[in-house]
């Protein structure tokens, strides 16, 4: 809720600057081209997932990248300038880039490796979390707070979200802090692994739902093999995957839990201000039930909190994303909405979903996705931006309407891209002396509401729908101009 008692929706994207290796080091973003924040408005994203990493803020031990954190300061600038909040993803893939490595995230001083050296995959940049002794040992030695000159690691990531939150604590841009992006498990991870794998051989040796003569049948067949992995429906993921969760849980538990409660506390020495981010486990990603609770700095439950769960097909970081599948991704975010309503009781924004592929293919997956975010009233940031992303075919589907910002209780809200039609409902119980606002995508051919509406344009195509009603049951009904459109029908044809 805004500060005018305003239920919102956020809709936007990651932005994540892992750093290019320059045969040295890594140079970091200093500035976006003004453009950009144009366009993200014009395509009615009101939040971006601002992703940095410890390396760029923090290169050497207690010394912070001055030149660094005004350029972040810079970037928000552009994002209130043009009605956009962002939110600080800590962001981390494999612990740290290990030189030029896939991975980003923490500088070369704290990764503690001992023994062990970093070697590149061979398939996918995911499997060095299967398979790296260094990445094992890295987290190990971070979740246990070894000591870098007296002063544990942790001690250092706690200091560093200080003085990141006291350099931007009072910007309008900033909406809160996600403290780390997909927190690994270290080491004892490879228990989990081995339960996954062990029952995904039992599974496929001996469960009756699945055919197995079909699935060798086309696992055998060049063209069809990669449709061998339909028969592993959402039922049988979840027997796969539900032994690693002791492993999951055990970790959320103790070692997660004290990681995130001294981080936030780090933070809330500095400001009351901006909403906590909370991620799961990245084994979650995959359909394992979580066991992250709300947070409670100083022994209190933190009141501004949301859940940030991220889930993703078993295709996604191959050739084949375009063969996602809706059902598998679907249970997963059915855990998560399950997670919500029963232990975390607070807001949900989805921080990364999505993938991309070449071609259109995949683009049903991508708004099958986005109509299970507007049934769940879930707000959400797609993975990711990249150069050329806002004049893709996917912009046409990522580009929606939405309530950003509605005077009462939402009931429900739907986009039927085949109609060309978005239905707003909510219950009003007050009056406001501001308006319920929809992001309208195309031209608007009309609006049907018991109140009064205005059009503030953004561009030639896009605006700001406002609507201003009294108390009462309300239904806001847009029709836009033109026939409407669905990759989700097309491929039905």
Not at 110 to 119: D, F, N, V
Not at 187 to 202: H, R
Not at 291 to 296: E, H, L
Not at 380 to 393: F, V
Request: contains cysteine.
């Amino acid at each position: 809720m805004d500060e005018a008692g305003r239920e919102r929706i956020f809709n936007g994207i990651n932005v994540c600057d892992k750093g290019s290796f320059n045969g040295k080091g890594r140079d970091f973003v200093h500035a976006w081209e003004p453009e950009r924040f144009v366009r993200f408005q014009q395509a009615g994203m009101n939040v971006i997932r601002l992703g940095v990493t410890w390396e760029a803020i923090e290169p050497l031990p207690g010394l912070y990248n001055e030149a660094y954190l005004d350029a972040l300061t810079g970037i928000l600038d552009g994002c209130a300038e043009y009605g956009i909040y962002a939110y600080i993803d800590m962001h981390q893939d494999l612990y740290a880039g290990f030189g030029d490595g896939p991975g980003d995230g923490a500088p070369e001083w704290a990764c503690l490796t001992g023994k062990h050296h970093y070697k590149k995959p061979r398939f996918i940049w995911g499997e060095s979390y299967l398979l790296s002794k260094a990445v094992h040992t890295a987290f190990d030695n971070f979740w246990n707070n070894q000591t870098i000159n007296g002063k544990g690691l942790q001690d250092y990531y706690r200091n560093m979200w200080r003085h990141v939150t006291a350099r931007l604590k009072d910007h309008p841009a900033l909406l809160g802090f996600d403290l780390m992006n997909e927190p690994f498990i270290g080491s004892e991870s490879k228990k989990a692994f081995k339960t996954v794998i062990c029952a995904a051989i039992k599974t496929t040796l001996f469960d009756k739902r699945i055919p197995r003569k079909q699935l060798l049948k086309r696992a055998l067949k060049k063209d069809e093999r990669i449709h061998a992995l339909d028969f592993y429906t959402p039922d049988i993921i979840k027997t796969i995957v539900s032994g690693a969760f002791p492993v999951v849980k055990k970790f959320e538990e103790g070692l997660y839990t004290r990681f995130l409660t001294g981080t936030a506390e780090s933070v809330r020495e500095v400001t009351p201000d901006g909403i906590f981010f909370l991620e799961h486990c990245v084994f979650a990603n995959a359909g394992i039930p979580s066991a992250v609770r709300p947070i409670t700095p100083g022994g209190k439950r933190e009141q501004n909190q949301a859940f940030a769960p991220h889930a993703y097909d078993l295709m996604v970081d191959t050739p084949y994303y375009k063969y996602a599948n809706n059902e598998r991704v679907a249970a997963i975010f059915a855990q998560r909405k399950a997670e919500q309503d029963s232990t975390m009781d607070m807001p949900v924004l989805v921080g990364e979903w999505g993938g991309n592929s070449e071609g259109t293919e995949w683009l049903p997956h991508v708004e099958f996705l986005l109509s299970l975010f507007d049934r769940y009233q879930w707000s959400h940031t797609y993975w990711c931006y990249y150069d050329g992303i806002l004049d893709s075919p996917l912009m046409g589907v990522l580009r929606r309407p939405y309530p950003r910002a509605v005077t009462g209780n939402i009931l429900s809200y739907a986009h039927d891209r085949d109609e060309n039609t978005f239905t707003l409902t909510y219950r009003q119980e007050k009056t406001y002396d501001v308006h319920t606002e929809i992001y309208a995508h195309l031209p608007v051919e009309s609006v049907e509401t018991d109140g009064e509406y205005t059009l503030t344009p953004l561009n030639e195509t896009t605006s700001i729908i406002n609507v201003a009603t009294g108390e009462g049951l309300h239904t806001v009904t847009v029709r836009f101009a033109g026939g409407g459109f669905s990759y989700r029908s097309a491929g039905k044809q």
